[in-house]
């Protein structure tokens, strides 16, 4: 099984629509969580960090389930600029181990935006 | 901004050649990591350094791989010899340490063994 599991899409979305997915996790001890995006051929961006409490950035909305150990990514008015690949991301220590920062990326969910 | 400089971009090479691969992070960054990413394994993890001390490289082929980080502003990952199951996207990253987000990654070297 792997650390971090995701859907992996693609999601066809009309532009103006939200979309939502998750992510799941395997290691109950995990610290702390992010969304990163990917384009084509590019690199990963980190597109917003998880708190437990749930957090916006814009039209962009994370919420961790400890509980559950999912997290979720929803976007709001989806633009033809949100296609994308959107990669959930773990970092399994606490801060002071030596496997903190040692990242765990899914596969990454793939969001299609049409017009 | 300040970001994570990779070289080269590209490169194409045959079998058994040599590839060195280098990464410059972000001044200041002591955390220093190269992934691997292919479509059917994405992004794996091959080595990191903090404050320029290897601390994991499970994740490297030790028989053909190595990485090294000679100074604070360049780490390199070399393979030899190289074979075609080596072509992949190689990239650093670099995280400031024991902050509590996400790394930056370089724009990656698109490596094709033929």
């Known amino acids: 099984r792997k650390e971090v599991e995701q859907d992996p899409g693609p999601f066809n979305v009309p532009e103006g629509a939200t979309v939502a997915f998750n992510c799941t996790y395997s290691?109950?001890?995990?610290?702390?969580f992010f969304w990163y995006r990917q384009d084509c051929r590019k690199e990963p961006k980190l597109l917003m960090s998880v708190y437990s409490s749930g957090n916006e950035d814009g039209r962009f909305t994370a919420q961790l389930n400890r509980a559950s150990q999912y997290i979720s990514l929803l976007i709001r008015d989806s633009k033809l600029s949100d296609s994308a690949t959107y990669l959930c991301?773990?970092?399994?220590?606490?801060?002071?181990?030596?496997?903190?920062?040692?990242?765990?990326f899914g596969a990454g969910t793939q969001v299609v935006v049409t017009p | 901004d300040a970001r994570v400089t990779q070289t080269p971009r590209h490169k194409v090479t045959e079998m058994g050649q040599e590839v060195t691969m280098r990464c410059q992070p972000i001044?200041?960054?002591?955390?220093v990591f190269w992934y691997r990413q292919t479509m059917m394994q994405g992004l794996e993890l091959l080595a990191y350094?903090?404050?320029?001390?290897?601390?994991?490289d499970s994740g490297m082929p030790k028989d053909r791989f190595s990485a090294e980080m000679p100074d604070a502003t360049l780490a390199t990952l070399k393979i030899q010899p190289s074979e075609p199951r080596d072509s992949a996207v190689y990239f650093c990253?670099?995280?400031?340490?024991?902050?509590?987000?996400?790394?930056?990654f370089g724009s990656g070297t698109r490596l094709t063994v033929v």
């Open positions: 991301v773990v970092n399994p220590g606490p801060l002071r181990s030596d496997s903190w920062g040692k990242l765990q």
């Open positions: 350094f903090r404050n320029r001390a290897p601390l994991d």
């Open positions: 001044l200041g960054h002591n955390t």
């Open positions: 290691n109950s001890a995990s610290q702390s």
């Open positions: 990253a670099s995280v400031p340490d024991r902050r509590n987000y996400g790394y930056t």
